[in-house]
C-alpha cells in the first residue's frame, strides 16, 4: 500500500503555495499551486541534461557552468559528478526556500550538492543573469536551464525571458566559443529547434527513454 505524503514545509510565493512533500526515504515531491514541479524518483531526464552538458567539460582546466532552477538539486549532482574539480557552478534560483531544503531534508538526497566548494548559489532569475553575461567578456562554457517551464509555443514571442529569440541571442552571446546551452522541456517542439538554429547555435533535441511525458532536452553548441 502506498504510503500518503506527509508535508515537510511549505510557503506562499506569486504563482501559488510552493510545497516540499515526502512520503518514504528519498522519496519527495515539490508542489506550486497544487502542480508538480518535480519528483525524487522520476527525474531521469533532469539527470541526462546535466550529464550530457558536462560530460565533455570534463577535460577543460576550469570550465564556468551556469545552472537555472536549483530545484531538489539533482541536476546539480549530476553536473559536479561530470566535472573536474576546478569547475565553477553558479546556480541561479527565484525560490530561498528551496536552498533551506537543499541545505536540510534534501540534502542526503544529492550526498549535500549545495556545499560543494565548486558550488555558488544566488537567489536571482536566470534571466537577468543571462543578460548581464551577454555583455561581460567572461563567458560561460555551459548554460543548463532546468526550470519547471520548458520552451513551447507561448514562448515564440521575441519578448519570452527564456525561449524567445532575443534571449536565446542573449544566451549566445553569453556562451563561450563553442560554448553549450541545455535546455529541459516537457514536450517535443520542432519550433524550438527551428528557433535555436536561427539564433546561431547548432541543435539537436532528444528524449530519454523514461515513460511517462514525453520530457525533451535540447543540446544546443554556439557556433
Known sequence: MTRP???LDAVDTEEGRLLLLKRAENDFLI???GRVLMNSKANRSELVLAELACRELSTHSAPRVLIGGLGMGCTLRAALDNLPQTAMVEIDELNPVVLDWCHGPLKDLTAHAVADPR???EIIDVSKRIRQAAKDRQKYDAIILDLYQGPSPAD???TKPFFGEAA???THQALSKGGLLAVWGEDPYPAFDRRLEKCGFSARSLRPKIGG???MIWLAKRR
Do not use: G
Request: glycine share 0%; net charge positive.
Open 5 to 7: 505524503w506527509q508535508e
Open 31 to 33: 508542489t506550486i499551486d
Open 119 to 121: 558550488v555558488k548559489v
Open 156 to 158: 515564440a514571442k521575441s
Open 168 to 170: 536565446l541571442e542573449r
Open 213 to 215: 511525458r514525453r520530457h
